[in-house]
């Protein structure tokens, strides 16, 4: 006996997608397997890691807590979708590049979407404002520190004051 689809309708990174799911289908498990967008990383399962973090509707979200069902008519931005329009590297994205915010790049999709999402909250955030922003985050790698370095340059990127190597 095969289990029942569900039509789940999802606006991912500005495209339009139409997926058939079984009702048990996490987020998480519909990006990476149903769309093929592999950035989003599943690694707690439990949301306690922050690896799979997405921007639905804007708001940082767990892909691996909540099901793709729950979700249907809502817009996801993935780690994918954070690319400039010419698809070169957005603000946070370059942030981490020249700070070296990332090792094993495991973790690396969660802090940028949880950092977009920060900036455009808080655009100009103070030194434990930064750190703050990714205390729900969890990387084993870096310590920490050239994250929140990551993060207080791209809000200069974002305001125009660092110019971009």
Do not use: W
């Amino acid at each position: 006996m095969s289990e029942e689809l569900h039509d789940v309708r999802l606006v991912v990174n500005g495209v339009p997608h139409d997926v058939e799911v079984p009702a048990r289908r996490l987020l998480s498990d519909a990006l990476r397997h149903d769309l093929g967008l592999t950035g989003t990383h599943v690694g707690c399962e439990h949301g306690v890691c922050g690896s799979c973090t997405v921007l639905l509707d804007g708001t940082p979200v767990r892909s691996c807590l909540l099901l793709a069902v729950t979700v249907s008519g809502s817009e996801v931005t993935t780690v994918e979708g954070l690319t400039n329009a010419d698809g070169s590297l957005g603000p946070v994205q370059q942030a981490f590049k020249d700070c070296h915010g990332l090792q094993c790049g495991f973790c690396t999709p969660g802090f940028l979407t949880t950092i977009t999402a920060g900036l455009r909250d808080n655009p100009c955030p103070t030194h434990d404002e930064a750190k703050e922003m990714i205390a729900g985050n969890l990387c084993r790698c870096t310590g920490y520190q050239n994250i929140v370095s990551a993060v207080e340059r791209a809000a200069e990127l974002i305001a125009g004051e660092g110019e971009s190597p």
